[in-house]
């Protein structure tokens, strides 16, 4: 079954440091792969999708089809990012549509 | 543009209650998603419509929980008998294309408390 896996529950960083959220799938086809983030009190959006290749925020992401992964890196955290971070699988069809699955979910804090 | 609009934003019953919630999604938007979301984990997909028929409910409990789309716009999800663990945030979402991955756009959701 299509899985994706988001190892770190918790992700704590200073203001400043690097960051990056991994995020591990399983699919033998051609991924279709996504990063969520939920702010504080805030609605979970879409970050970025793999297909658009850019930058949001100063957050990107390789899609790496040999180790399976699409880890979301960003070179200096600033505070403003602490959230909630879901990536997301969208390769999977069902009943003719491609359907989403979630991964657990990373809490990045970035403190001062 | 208006966002997802869902209602209520928290509910809090009994074991063996019925529950309903509501969604309006973003006008024009042709899929709606209805996803639970238990504490810890991610967003899983209960149902999904495209315009007002479903396209995936492999996931939905049909034994207690159904959804409809009428008109192919609002949606309303519901559980009858309530179940301890079916303690979650209840999300919608929609988007404008159907067949094809596009951005989902997700309502603040509903928080269920079963007691």
């Known amino acids: 079954a299509q899985r994706v896996t988001q190892p770190e529950k918790l992700l704590s960083v200073f203001k400043g440091a690097p960051v990056e959220l991994k995020c591990n799938y399983s699919?033998?086809?051609?991924?279709?792969l996504f990063w969520y983030v939920q702010y504080s009190r805030q609605r979970l959006q879409l970050l970025l999708r793999?297909?658009s290749r850019e930058s949001i925020k100063g957050f990107t992401a390789d899609l790496n089809k040999g180790e399976t992964s699409f880890h979301l890196k960003k070179p200096f955290a600033q505070e403003e990012d602490s959230a909630m971070y879901y990536c997301?699988?969208?390769?999977?069809?069902?009943?003719?549509?491609?359907?989403?699955?979630f991964g657990a979910g990373t809490r990045l804090a970035v403190h001062p | 543009e208006a966002g997802v609009a869902q209602s209520p934003r928290y509910k809090i019953i009994e074991k063996r209650q019925s529950v309903a919630f509501w969604c309006n999604p973003i006008?024009?938007?042709?899929?709606l998603y209805w996803y639970q979301q238990i504490l810890g984990q991610g967003p899983k997909l209960l149902i999904q419509?495209?315009?007002?028929?479903?396209?995936?409910d492999s996931q939905l409990p049909k034994d207690r929980f159904s959804a409809e789309r009428l008109k192919g716009v609002d949606s309303t999800l519901k559980i009858q008998p309530a179940k301890l663990e079916d303690s979650a945030v209840y999300l919608c979402?929609?988007?404008?294309?159907?067949?094809?991955?596009?951005?989902?756009?997700f309502g603040p959701g509903t928080r269920l408390t079963v007691l």
């Open positions: 979402a929609s988007s404008s294309q159907g067949g094809t991955i596009d951005t989902q756009y």
């Open positions: 699919y033998s086809g051609s991924p279709e």
């Open positions: 793999h297909i």
């Open positions: 997301a699988h969208g390769g999977e069809f069902s009943g003719g549509y491609n359907k989403l699955i």
């Open positions: 006008s024009g938007h042709a899929t």
């Open positions: 419509f495209q315009n007002n028929g479903v396209v995936d």
